[in-house]
């Protein structure tokens, strides 16, 4: 019997890896795994503007560029486009919009500056009646001392592959905006 694929799965957890506290970490940046801990694909930061997903045998499963400070663009092996996400408004991370491959507009929002869930829905929960939540995505720190953060993202069973290619993507661009290569700052 074999795991399923990562696009497979309802729920992933996107996190730092466990690091010493003394020594320098050379490891990914961010490691997708199961809820159960085991690891399915790594997140690498070759530059402050490009962010690569491998899964763990090292083939590629998405790029992800940053253009500017708050649009990105998710990539396949061959360059193609297969997404988007980006934010608007003053508190760039309280709601990112997202384009599925086959052109699906879907919306990771935060319902309030003090809410560690987003929700992922299809329409702008602030704009009408309640939307239909197709997916959660709850932060937490995992390390306090040196601020290491975990999303456990949950997503709806009638969202295909891509389009939960997309969502893993767009929480990778959240970590990113939240915590920027580098930076040695407090979350947003």
């Not at 992933?12 to 466990?18: A, F, H, I, L, T």
């Not at 929960?125 to 040196?146: H, K, N, Q």
């Amino acid at each position: 019997m074999t795991e399923p694929g990562l696009f497979e799965l309802e729920t992933v957890v996107v996190g730092q890896p466990k690091r010493s506290r003394w020594r320098r970490y050379a490891g990914p940046a961010l490691a997708v795994s199961t809820l159960k801990g085991t690891p399915l694909a790594w997140v690498t930061y070759p530059d402050d503007t490009y962010s690569v997903l491998t899964k763990t045998s090292g083939e590629f499963i998405v790029g992800i560029e940053q253009f500017g400070p708050v649009e990105f663009r998710f990539t396949d092996a061959a360059d193609r486009e297969v997404g988007t996400a980006g934010a608007s408004g003053l508190i760039k991370t309280r709601q990112l919009g997202l384009q599925t491959e086959q052109g699906r507009q879907l919306l990771l929002t935060r319902p309030g500056l003090l809410f560690a869930e987003w929700h992922l829905t299809e329409t702008d929960p602030e704009r009408g009646p309640a939307p239909e939540i197709l997916g959660r995505v709850t932060v937490s720190t995992i390390d306090s001392w040196i601020g290491l953060q975990q999303y456990v993202v949950e997503m709806d069973p009638r969202l295909d592959a891509s389009e939960r290619r997309t969502v893993v993507a767009s929480v990778v661009c959240l970590h990113l905006l939240r915590r920027p290569p580098g930076a040695n700052v407090a979350p947003a």
